[in-house]
Nanobody, 123 residues
Framework: VQLQASGGGLVQVGDSLRLTCTAS????????MAWFREAPGKEREFVAG????????RYADFLKGRFTISKDNAKNTVDLQMSTLKAEDAAIYYC?????????????????WGQGTQVTVSS
């Protein structure tokens, strides 16, 4: 499975942005998918994940409902809709795929990663 993250860019505080993770090769229909982010000097942290069906999402507590993850198995994509962006949301965002039994909030549990897309939030 090859993952390609896109949609990052420079936005202002309070803006919205939509990230897309596109898979190529084998279908991701059987994988739980997630978005992580990595800010300078910090470890990669879980942001949001969804089950293979796309029906059961999970979010990091710090998001407080600002982001929405969605999975389209027909298109082989996973999107992250980000709203009310804050300066602390600035990071490189990565999408990952795991074959484990459930969504994991640990980066080591993911089998495949995309290359990352940069999100910069200016105040």
């Amino acid at each position: 499975v090859q993952l390609q993250a896109s949609g990052g860019g420079l936005v202002q505080v309070g803006d919205s942005l939509r990230l897309t993770c596109t898979a190529s090769g084998p279908t991701i229909i059987y994988y739980h998918m997630a978005w992580f982010r990595e800010a300078p000097g910090k470890e990669r942290e879980f942001v949001a994940g969804t089950t293979w069906s796309g029906k059961i999402p999970r979010y990091a507590d710090f998001l407080k409902g600002r982001f929405t993850i969605s999975k389209d198995n027909a298109k082989n994509t996973v999107d992250l809709q980000m709203s009310t962006l804050k300066a602390e949301d600035a990071a490189i965002y990565y999408c990952g795929a795991t074959s484990r039994a459930d969504i994991s909030e640990f980066a080591d549990d993911y089998d495949y990663w995309g290359q990352g897309t940069q999100v910069t939030v200016s105040s």
